[in-house]
T-cell receptor, first 110, second 113 residues
Framework: GENVEQHPSTLSVQEGDSAVIKCTYS??????FPWYKQELGKRPQLIID?????GEKKDQRIAVTLNKTAKHFSLHITETQPEDSAVYFC?????????FGTGTSLTVIP | NAGVTQTPKFRILKIGQSMTLQCAQD?????MYWYRQDPGMGLKLIYY???????DKGEVPNGYNVSRSTTEDFPLRLELAAPSQTSVYFC????????????FGQGTRLTVV
């Protein structure tokens, strides 16, 4: 089955700096890659996603890139703010299954 | 449109007790999932369903059972609760298109003592 690896597991950045989280996947049949943000004690919520026929997608300060050949995708957050502090999960969807990374705990230091 | 609704939000069980975690969605999604999330860890799939009357085991099904009698509801049953089942449980749903997100419920924090 699919295997999704996520790095780093923890990340601290100064407010205003950029943060990058990277994921790799193993199954070339995966065709949809969502990113979720989970604040403490809350449910995971979608922040951005990318489909396999797209290489890059941007939404304000958040962008995601996908390299299908290398089977990796990344989340980029620019101009980080304290409210960006949370756990971020990448995922790959193959058919009816979602495979999640192990999460990155992002801390933005004011 | 409430999305995915889970009850209860919190529960404490004694070892050996049983309980059912309720999950309902009003988005007419075919696919529903149960995950558990241990502290500092990712999401592990317990069971999933691709439609009413169909359920399949995920990565960590032991100690749990599910049923899917309607499109809307997907309850998770814990039989003979054990301390190892202390976790946060999330129900999620998605539609059957291959390129759409999973929507999560608010979670149930379960402690087995």
């Amino acid at each position: 089955g699919e295997n999704v690896e996520q790095h780093p597991s923890t990340l601290s950045v100064q407010e205003g700096d950029s943060a990058v989280i990277k994921c790799t996947y193993s199954d070339s049949a995966s065709n949809y890659f969502p990113w979720y943000k989970q604040e403490l004690g809350k449910r995971p919520q979608l922040i951005i996603d990318i489909r396999s026929n797209v290489g890059e997608k941007k939404d304000q300060r958040i962008a995601v890139t996908l390299n299908k050949t290398a089977k990796h995708f990344s989340l980029h957050i620019t101009e980080t703010q304290p409210e960006d502090s949370a756990v971020y999960f990448c995922a790959a969807r193959t058919g009816n299954q979602f495979y999640f990374g192990t999460g990155t705990s992002l801390t933005v230091i004011p | 449109n409430a999305g995915v609704t889970q009850t209860p939000k919190f529960r404490i069980l004694k070892i050996g007790q049983s309980m059912t975690l309720q999950c309902a969605q009003d988005m007419n999604h075919n696919y529903m999932y149960w995950y558990r999330q241990d502290p500092g860890m990712g999401l592990k799939l317990i069971y999933y369903s691709v439609g009413a009357g169909i359920t399949d085991k995920g990565e960590v099904p032991n100690g749990y059972n599910v049923s899917r009698s309607t499109t809307e509801d997907f309850p998770l049953r814990l039989e003979l609760a054990a301390p190892s089942q202390t976790s946060v449980y999330f129900c999620a749903s998605s539609n059957s298109g291959g390129n759409t997100e999973a929507f999560f419920g608010q979670g149930t924090r379960l402690t087995v003592v």
